[in-house]
DNA sequence: AAATAATACGTGACAAGTCATATATTTTCT
DNA sequence: AGAAAATATATGACTTGTCACGTATTATTT
């Protein structure tokens, strides 16, 4: 039975070697570590989530933008704006109004206690991007970058497409 | 205000463009499409979740597996398996049994019906993985692999440690 | 101008993931 | 052996994210 447990816990440990090379399946753990430090340094930098960290910075650096703007810079959903602007205005960090122009489109802009949040996180946060640059150079980054834009292109292929034929990914081109 | 308008636009675009290199930015978007990709692609090859497609498939490569085996081949928390299994038991996919030698344990078991379901998915989701062979060759992907690892490494690094100095990161090594 | 289509946003329902805490069982220490 | 520490699992509360659908507004067709 010795051997049995053994030959398991090889199994194991093959197993997840194995799937160190499978690129979908290392993205969640990389993907949840990341969320997991990024909150740990915002828990560090002022207490904002990391939605609201994101929205404050592109505010701060792109001016009043919409919704949809928001979520287009953040490549998220509309929806997870939609439902965080509001508490975010409630704590004060932005302002929501309707767009005179477009009636359908509302503007959030930045307040001054929103663009305080930011000064102090956004310190925080540029030392976590400088220790990153400790580890890759910048060729290594536009290199993984690049990976990161083909693989998003693949994963933008419907599914259908992908098995449709292996060809199919050349109409993209 | 035409030129307002228009060079918050190129505000939009060149602050997108930036994120672009930006590495903890981009992880979001690229899992949630993969995410995204994997629904879509077991939507079509029996209609499994991602938890329960990855749990099956570890099954069966590493035969009968402890909870705790499971989340850490798939480095993912244990509640989150804690949490699925009821309900791919009630599914009649997967056998849950108090292990004889270490009451604390729960052996987790492959079912007839479960093989079936990972026989059904398998071939659909190796296709998936063949076609990201097609835009990725093997050292590319070793590379990206290895970038994986190299990020993961990072991010596991407490943020106090990263913010105490940037030398800090040389204690792991 | 009226009908139709497109767009922006809100919202309900769900999936995946985290953390903290509780409980039961084993292991280890003395 | 008994006390203390470690481990495996369950569970509640929360965040991030998706999709589908509804509503209001604007743009386009005819």
Same mark, same amino acid.
């Given at each position: ?45 002022? %207490? ?13 650096? &792109? %001016? ?6 928001? &979520? ?57 991007? &400088? ?33 449709? %034929? ?8």
């Amino acid at each position: 039975m010795t051997t049995k447990i053994k030959s398991n816990a090889n199994q194991i440990r093959s197993r997840k070697e194995r799937e160190g090379l499978n690129i979908f399946s290392r993205l969640p753990a990389v993907y949840a570590a990341s969320r997991t430090q990024s909150r740990n340094f915002l828990e560090l930098a002022g %207490g904002l989530s990391v939605v609201e960290w994101r929205t404050l910075w592109d505010l701060a650096e &792109a %001016g009043p933008l919409t919704i949809r703007d928001l &979520a287009a810079i953040q490549r998220a959903d509309h929806s997870l704006l939609s439902r965080a602007l509001p508490e975010m205005r409630k704590k004060g960090y932005v302002t929501m109004q309707r767009d005179a122009r477009d009636g359908r489109q509302t503007i959030v802009e930045l307040t001054e206690q929103g663009r305080a949040a930011y000064d102090t996180a956004a310190p925080v946060m540029a030392k976590r991007r &400088a220790a990153l640059k400790e580890v890759f150079s910048d060729t290594e980054i536009r290199e993984f970058a690049g990976f990161l834009d083909r693989l998003e292109d693949f994963l933008r292929v419907p599914a259908e497409d992908l098995l449709a %034929g292996q060809m199919a990914q050349e109409d993209t081109q």
